[in-house]
């Protein structure tokens, strides 16, 4: 499809000493597809539902989903940790499930924020036109959809600063 996919080897900053490698492609909402694979992955499956493929992060090992139901369960390689507009520090533990429709993740269990000195649950994430609706509990957050373009990468999320260098060249 005729985009260009550059392979970058950089120093995770959460631990220098192990090398990762990012992925980029110059179309942003093809960043975490896996070219060589047929088979949907989940970040295909996002889209399919109408959802930014930024609401997971990389790594990911496998999954299941029942179409029928919606459930689904997510394995990452490990857990994952980054801040969203440098203010939230939100955490996926290696297990992430749920229910997915269109518009609507419900029943979540793995995703967490850090509120206070408190990890909370992320239960539901709604999409309404260009917003994602955060719950925790009965208090939600909105943020714009163009937020999640990007996978977060673990330990430094969507605003790395390689990130940044790498999109304004
Ligand atoms: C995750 O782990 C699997 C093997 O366990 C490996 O094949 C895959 O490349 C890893 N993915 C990432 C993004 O680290
Ligand atoms: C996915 O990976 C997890 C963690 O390694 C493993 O326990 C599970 O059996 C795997 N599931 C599938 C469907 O391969």
Same mark, same amino acid.
């Given at each position: 499809m005729g985009e260009k996919i550059e392979k970058k080897k950089l120093l995770?900053?959460?631990?220098?000493?192990s090398p990762i490698i990012i992925f980029t492609l110059s179309l942003t909402s093809s /960043?975490?597809?896996?070219?060589?694979?047929?088979a949907p992955t989940a970040y295909d499956l996002l889209k399919t539902y109408?959802?930014?493929?930024? /609401?997971l992060p990389e790594g990911i090992k496998n999954y299941t989903l029942n179409?029928?139901?919606g459930k689904f369960n997510i394995h990452l390689n490990r857990t994952c940790s980054f801040s969203l507009e440098d203010s939230y520090q939100i955490r996926y533990e290696s297990s992430i499930s749920g229910y997915i429709e269109e518009n609507r993740l419900t029943g979540l269990g793995g995703i967490r924020v850090k509120v206070l000195f408190f990890w909370l649950d992320i239960g539901e994430v709604d999409r309404s036109g260009d917003d994602l609706e955060f719950f925790v509990g009965v208090v939600s957050a909105n943020f714009p959809v163009?937020?999640?373009?990007v996978c977060p990468q673990c330990g430094?999320?969507?605003?790395?600063d390689f990130v940044r260098k790498i999109k304004n060249e």
């Open positions: 995770d900053p959460a631990n220098p000493t /960043l975490c597809t896996a070219a060589t694979t047929a109408n959802f930014p493929i930024g /609401l179409p029928t139901t163009g937020n999640f373009d430094c999320g969507m605003d790395c």
